[in-house]
């Protein structure tokens, strides 16, 4: 073997040692900086922090092996879908927590039809979910309004409406009073209605039904008067100035011994019973004393 053989076998091994090296070297990088990206993405997945997802966004960029960098840029992709879908539900859940407070129904409207526009399906369902207890408060909170101001309408009308009595004919008065009439509106909110002589009389009935004069007002009387007396009322401009019948069952008002009024008149609302006030100069007629 000459000399020239052994330079040229030498410089020949040494090419194919620095080749080798060089491509260990350069796969060990490319491993590398797949990992270091691949490490990012997962603190990124973690924290969800914009930052995170900017660096780990440059580390994918400078990786070279093009399958890997999909793979990266397809979890990179995922992250942000996830922070995205959580920016969502931290808006979302600070308006429902607002609309948990204030019950607003304009508002129910307008934060479910917001979220009704979200294009994912899984945070749309949960914010659904955080909505449906806060929506059955606010109908339940429309229906008790329904329900007291039907209430209401039932008094107004009650106020309203004079009942059609039926007295008997040829009918005897007894005595014949005249004076000042008072009005009172006893409600009891223990027992959801009105009492008068402690019967219940129903709610915003401001009216008695009587076995002979039919349907009747009720009023109270001081105890000279037995409860179930007969009453007509007359002169009462009021009631443009017809003729009313009433029973006594109750006591009070403005009756006492100084007699400052004949009777008092139950009215279903505080705000009539104000209107009316003291109707003076009233021709009372008593046709029973008693039941």
């Known amino acids: 073997m000459n000399r020239r053989y052994l ?3 030498f410089f020949f091994v040494t090419a194919i040692f620095t080749i080798t090296y060089s491509l260990v070297r350069i796969d060990e990088n490319i491993k590398h900086t797949y990992e270091v990206a691949n490490k990012k993405l997962a603190e990124a997945r973690i924290t969800m922090n914009s930052e995170d997802v900017k660096e780990a966004e440059k580390l994918i960029d400078d990786v070279i092996n093009e399958n890997d960098k999909k793979e990266l840029r397809k979890s990179l992709a995922e992250i942000k879908i996830d922070i995205e879908k959580e920016m969502i539900k931290d808006k979302y859940d600070e308006k429902i927590k607002k609309l948990s407070s204030s019950l607003n129904e304009k508002d129910l409207k307008s934060i479910k039809s917001e979220i009704s526009k979200i294009k994912f399906d899984d945070v749309k369902s949960y914010l659904n979910k955080k909505i449906v207890p806060i929506e059955t408060k606010i109908n339940k909170k429309k229906e008790e309004a329904k329900k007291k101001q039907s209430s209401h309408n039932k008094l107004v009308q009650a106020d309203k409406t004079i009942p059609k009595s039926t007295p008997p004919k040829n009918v005897k008065v007894l005595e014949r009073l005249k004076g000042n009439i008072t009005a009172f509106t006893p409600y ?15 709610n915003g009935n401001i009216h008695y039904h009587d076995k002979t004069y039919g349907d009747v007002y009720i009023v109270a009387g001081d105890p000279s008067y ?16 017809r003729e009313i019948y009433a029973i006594v069952l109750d006591r009070g008002g403005a009756i006492g011994k100084n007699r400052r009024a004949l009777f008092d008149l139950l009215f279903a609302l505080e705000s009539n019973a104000n209107k009316f006030g003291v109707r003076r100069n009233v021709t009372c007629e008593i046709l029973r004393k008693g039941y």
Not at 227 to 241: A, H, M
Request: one cysteine or more; proline letters at 3%.
């Open 7 to 9: 330079i040229a076998y």
């Open 226 to 241: 037995p409860f179930g007396t007969i009453v007509r009322l007359k002169n009462v401009d009021y009631f443009g100035g």
């Open 188 to 202: 009891c909110i223990g027992c959801h209605g009105y009492v008068a002589s402690g019967k219940f009389v129903g």
